[in-house]
């Protein structure tokens, strides 16, 4: 009698294998991607640095994303700004500075036109002045379909030396100077742990023209902490060679040193206040508020910078600081 | 009633899983064959003089395949058709090597080595060959085509003289001598026009000579053939033996 | 009874739910990462020098892979040759050790990933270019026993040059070489043939010496230039028919040799052409129009002989004659060949001068006419019209005439051109008229003599009077002289070219737009190189 009730048992289990179907078939594993929000983003940069002078730049956001940056001098004229260009997968974000597209000896002329015609004090000449918006930096942002960023493409641009040239020879739009394009891969914490880099280089005349080297940097994690960093190179002709490997100290859960071939970096903390010192012989200092966002910086090359925050996560650090200057100074704009 | 439980489980057994069997593809099977790339060859150690003092030589005899090319060395295995009438050769004449067709290759060889006798001076010998079939090649030769090598020291009609006819005109043996005294060649080597190089050249080692050479000699010796005869204005140069025996040289 | 019935109602639910178990096992996968090639938004096509490194650095990974597990290679193959591993790593980094051509080489770049041993691909076009280019290639002596070849790329002899990128590149053959050509040149001429093949035979009065046009580099000489050596390699003129019979020609010894370029198996001379009627023979001069068979003057025989390709030097046939034909052209045994080229419709103009029955060469004060014959289109010609006679022209009452060294004319004009050592002559056909045209001028020397005199075939431009008198610009194909000079004294060679108008068919006047290159040995022959 008993024998019944196994081969209800049997039989059931049976039946139960010869529906299953779902064994068979993998779902395929996908890489959930889970970003780090930041609790701050920022709102105002100002200080001095060589190449404007005095100055303020003021950060509008829009869902999260940079939508505005405006950049004032010391007169309180707005001389620069941001372009934006938004494409499928990818968001150009160009900072530009406005410069007169005219030469020195025409802003004389006009002004003393506008003197004669105003009296001195009585005009903005800026105002007057023709301008053109020129990129002094474009940054790509590309996404992946899952909201990481898949490449970050940085062209830097420098001042035309023909802007204080007179005369026919004069020219004002801003020269190329490199394009870094990087490639980020993401571990399974949604870290960045390799990043591949191209270089360029390009020729003054003809921005066409460039000398490309390669890099790639592989970061290891503890946690979420970088253990180490290592950076590679491809020597003519070969593949990817590892040239040096930096290791990272922490005290206390603070970083303390990076340590690799040729490059020092040391952090050392006293109060709200951090000393980094890289080779032992450039020092900047940055200040901490109590949220641990970086309030001023002077980076012991002239340049000084105050910054404020407001609450909120912000992309800037994201289009702004290059990952492998975030992964070797956690001391930057966010 | 057990019984009739038990084999009710059993099919049901057999049916869940017997559906789990996917069926596998068969492969069609060949059965390759091996088979000679021409039917005739002449040895003469005449072309070959440096031979006589070795005392031996190698002829390659081709070999082309029907079927696919395998990954790996098939061996072909020859043998003289001694009971065949034509085959006069004695048995220290020669002797069959060991031949094979490469890995992916739809060509091969297989070596037979040749003897230099005195008997070979003033006459011919036939070597009569047929292949094997063996655990590479189960089929041979389906017509049952039989190699000749004829094998001698004396002067003979060389194997390719019915391509370079259309260029030196019909064949003798003292027209052939004067062709190689002439050009100062051992032998014209020529099978199809471009030489080695031709897709359709059935021994590209041994035919090496291109249609644009052939005609060059040709040309060389059309001009020597002339020079004899204005030289013997009432006796042009005549073959002096085979089909043509008796009648002038003439060039196409 | 019961159970039984409980039993089967379990096998066929059994079964029913068994109807719906789908083979899903080919369902069996996991989505797989791709292989990237990044390029970076560089270019697929690149073009290089041939000797030149080319440099091609991609960035290449597969995510989650690690580097290690990938391996590379880089195929180049096209344009015939054998297709080569140029390298194995991620980036290419190699020298360009490809001949030039007009075509691109293929390079083939394959990733796999060898935990998966998938492969993917990208190609690349490579163009080699020469180093060298277009330009007037000269042979020139600086010891009248040994010779070398130069290149002169200017305004006037080269595609998309400015005056001011006049560049000269002297002692090419010996820099490539690492030898001098053994002996003076006699002949020089670059041919090509599509992808069969190109050529720059030189030759001189005891050599023969085969390069590739692109870059300088040896092919064959002497007897490895022939299938049957002639052992003699005193060459009188060199020869090219790129339509009627597609053939190089060379005359050595009195014998004409042809070269058939159509054809992949070989590319050396073959035996020398016999004639249609097996008669010996000593060809002179020749001359290879663009669409008849060639013609060539037998100074043996004193006849024309037709060139028909690879087949045989063609006897003219007398007996198919006109009543009323100028000459004929097997009756000229009195006389020796001095120049043939082509003239406008359909034209050779053969100037041929009484001989000295002794010596062969030019009698003293020798009459001399120019025999006009006809060309007809090789693959039309079934009455064999080509090299029948036209008429004769008497130069023997213009000026100079028998001092005339060097004979030409192009082949859209109704000009003869003739050089004495230091005058050229302009002959006006219709008009029947001469006119001096040119001195070789006293500015940079004051004994400069010209050794040669050719029409210019080959690219460039060049600047002439026009009808309004202001400056023209036209191509310099077919519309300038190129004469090369010497100077004993300097012991220097001059290449000067001199535009020809295309309104009058004179020598350009204005001496602003002659052009003159200096600084070479004594120039003895010339020849354009078209690319």
Redesign the interface.
């Known amino acids: 009698m008993k024998?019944k009730y196994i081969?209800y048992l049997?039989?059931c289990i049976?039946v139960t294998?010869?529906c299953n179907e779902e064994s068979k078939y993998n779902t395929p594993d996908e890489f959930q991607y889970s970003p780090k929000k930041n609790a701050f983003r920022v709102t105002k940069i100002s200080g001095t640095n060589s190449h404007w002078g005095k100055f303020t730049l003021t950060m509008e956001y829009d869902k999260e994303e940079l939508s505005n940056i405006t950049r004032t001098n010391a007169t309180n004229d707005t001389v620069g700004g941001i372009g934006i260009i938004r494409s499928t997968s990818s968001i150009t974000y160009e900072l530009q500075d406005w410069i007169p597209s005219i030469d020195n000896d025409s802003i004389h002329r006009m002004d003393s036109i506008l003197s004669a015609k105003y009296g001195t004090g009585n005009y903005q000449l800026w105002d007057s002045l023709p301008k053109s918006a020129q990129a002094i930096l474009r940054t790509t942002v590309y996404t992946n379909t899952n909201g990481s960023i898949k490449k970050l493409s940085i062209q830097s641009y420098q001042p035309n030396e023909k802007s204080e040239v007179v005369g026919d020879d004069f020219a004002y739009n801003y020269i190329l100077k490199t394009t870094t394009a990087s490639t980020y891969e993401y571990d399974v914490n949604s870290n960045i742990c390799i990043n591949r880099i191209m270089y360029d280089v390009h020729d003054p005349v003809d921005k066409e023209i460039y000398e490309r080297s390669l890099y790639k940097t592989e970061t290891e994690y503890g946690g979420d902490k970088i253990k180490t960093l290592t950076w590679f190179t491809v020597p003519g002709g070969a593949g990817f060679t590892e040239y040096n490997r930096y290791n990272y100290t922490y005290n206390d859960n603070r970083l303390t040193a990076i340590n690799g071939t040729d490059f020092t970096r040391t952090f050392t903390y006293s109060g709200n206040q951090v000393t980094v010192k890289t080779n032992n012989s450039e020092v900047a200092i940055y200040e901490l508020d109590s949220n641990g966002n970086v309030v001023k910086m002077d980076d012991g090359k002239g340049n000084v910078y105050t910054i404020e925050y407001e609450p909120g996560h912000g992309n800037f650090s994201h289009v702004f600081v290059s990952v492998s200057e975030q992964m070797t100074n956690p001391f930057f704009i966010k | 009633?057990?019984f009739?439980?038990f084999i009710?489980?059993l099919?049901?057994?057999s049916?869940?899983f017997g559906?789990?069997e996917?069926e596998g593809v068969t492969m069609y099977e060949e059965s390759p064959t091996v088979y000679f790339g021409e039917s005739y060859r002449s040895y003469t150690f005449v072309e070959n003089m440096d031979r006589i003092k070795i005392g031996f030589d190698t002829i390659k005899l081709p070999l082309q395949i029907s079927g696919s090319a395998v990954d790996r060395v098939r061996e072909v295995v020859m043998e003289a058709v001694l009971d065949d009438t034509l085959h006069t050769a004695e048995a220290d004449m020669f002797s069959v090597g060991k031949g094979c067709i490469e890995a992916n290759e739809y060509k091969g060889y297989i070596p037979l080595r040749v003897n230099y006798l005195r008997v070979l001076d003033d006459s011919v010998y036939q070597i009569r060959l047929r292949l094997v079939a063996n655990k590479d090649f189960p089929g041979v030769d389906l017509y049952g085509y039989t190699f000749t090598v004829s094998l001698t020291n004396k002067l003979t009609q060389p194997s390719n003289w019915s391509r370079i006819k259309n260029y030196f005109g019909p064949y003798s043996n003292s027209w052939y001598r004067f062709i190689l005294e002439t050009?100062g060649l051992t032998s014209i080597p020529y099978w199809s026009?471009?030489?080695s190089?031709?897709k359709n050249n059935p021994d590209p080692e041994r035919w090496t000579m291109?249609?644009?050479?052939v005609?060059?000699?040709a040309?060389?010796v059309?001009?020597a053939l002339?020079d004899y005869n204005r030289k013997h204005p009432q006796d042009p140069l005549k073959h002096e033996d085979g089909e043509e025996k008796g009648k002038p040289v003439t060039m196409p | 009874m019961k159970?039984?019935k409980i039993?089967?109602f379990l096998?066929c639910l059994?079964?029913f739910l068994?109807s719906c178990?789908e083979?899903k096992?080919s369902l069996n996968y996991t989505l797989v990462n791709p292989i990237n090639i990044d390029l970076g938004g560089a270019n697929t096509e690149y073009s290089v020098f041939a000797y030149d490194t080319l440099e091609i650095k991609p960035i290449v990974y597969k995510e989650g892979v690690s580097d290690t597990e990938l391996s590379y290679r880089w195929t180049v193959s096209g344009n015939y040759i054998v297709p080569t591993v140029l390298d194995s790593t991620m980036t290419l980094k190699v020298r360009v050790d490809l001949q030039p051509q007009t075509i691109a080489y293929n390079l083939l770049y394959e990733v796999w990933d060898n935990t998966t041993g998938i492969k993917q691909e990208q190609t690349f076009k490579i163009k080699v270019e020469t180093p060298f280019g277009s330009g007037l290639v000269i042979s020139e002596t600086e010891d009248e026993q040994t010779s070398d070849i130069s290149l002169i790329r200017a305004y006037c002899f080269s595609s998309g040059f400015k005056k001011a990128q006049d560049t000269t590149m002297r002692n090419l053959f010996s820099l490539v070489n690492k030898r001098k050509i053994a002996g003076v040149g006699t002949a020089i001429l670059s041919t090509t043939y599509g992808v069969y093949g190109r050529f720059m035979t030189i030759g001189t009065n005891s050599s023969v010496d085969r390069i590739d046009p692109f870059d300088y580099s040896y092919i064959d000489g002497n007897g490895s230039s022939f299938?049957?050596d002639p052992k003699n390699y005193n060459v009188t003129s060199l020869g090219f028919s790129s339509n009627a019979g597609c053939i190089e020609t060379i005359v050595i010894g009195g014998k004409l040799y042809t070269h058939?370029y159509q054809?992949?198996?070989?590319h050396t001379f073959?035996?020398?052409?016999?004639t249609s009627d097996?008669s010996d023979y000593r060809v002179g001069l020749a001359t290879q129009p663009e669409w008849a068979y060639g013609l060539c003057f037998d100074e043996m025989n004193g006849r024309f002989l037709e060139i028909q390709g690879?087949k045989y030097l063609r006897v003219i046939n007398s007996k198919k004659l006109e009543p009323d034909a100028a000459f004929d052209p097997n009756k000229l045994q009195d006389f020796t060949c001095r120049a043939m080229f082509s003239g406008r419709n359909n034209i050779t103009h053969n100037i041929l001068q009484e001989k000295d029955p002794v010596t062969g060469k030019p009698k003293l004060d020798g009459k001399i006419y120019c025999y006009d014959t006809k060309q007809e289109y090789y693959y039309n010609d079934p009455d064999l019209i080509n090299g029948m006679p036209s008429k004769i022209i008497d130069l023997n009452g213009f000026p100079d005439i028998q001092k005339a060294l060097f004979f030409s004319g192009t082949n859209n004009r109704d000009y003869i051109y003739y050089a004495t050592e230091d005058k050229i002559y302009t002959i006006n056909l219709i008009m029947n008229v001469v006119t001096e045209d040119y001195v070789v001028p006293t500015t940079e020397s004051s004994d400069e003599v010209i050794t040669s005199m050719a029409v210019w075939l080959g690219y460039g431009s060049m600047n002439f009077t026009n009808n309004q008198g202001e400056m023209g610009t036209t191509s310099s194909a077919n519309n300038m002289l190129v004469v090369t000079t010497y100077s004993p004294s300097l012991k220097e060679g001059f290449v000067r070219t001199l535009p020809i108008s295309i309104y009058t068919g004179r020598i350009e006047a204005n001496k602003d737009y002659h052009g003159m290159f200096r600084g070479f040995g004594r120039i003895t022959a010339t020849t354009s190189q078209k690319d």
């Open positions: 024998y081969i049997l039989v049976m294998v010869a | 009633m057990k009739n439980v009710g489980c099919a049901l057994v049916f869940l559906s789990c996917r050009t026009t471009n030489g190089s031709d291109t249609l644009y050479e005609k060059a000699y040309a060389m059309k001009v002339e | 159970m039984q039993i089967l096998v059994t079964g068994h178990y083979d096992s299938m049957i058939y054809t992949q198996a070989i073959s035996y020398y052409l016999l097996m690879t």
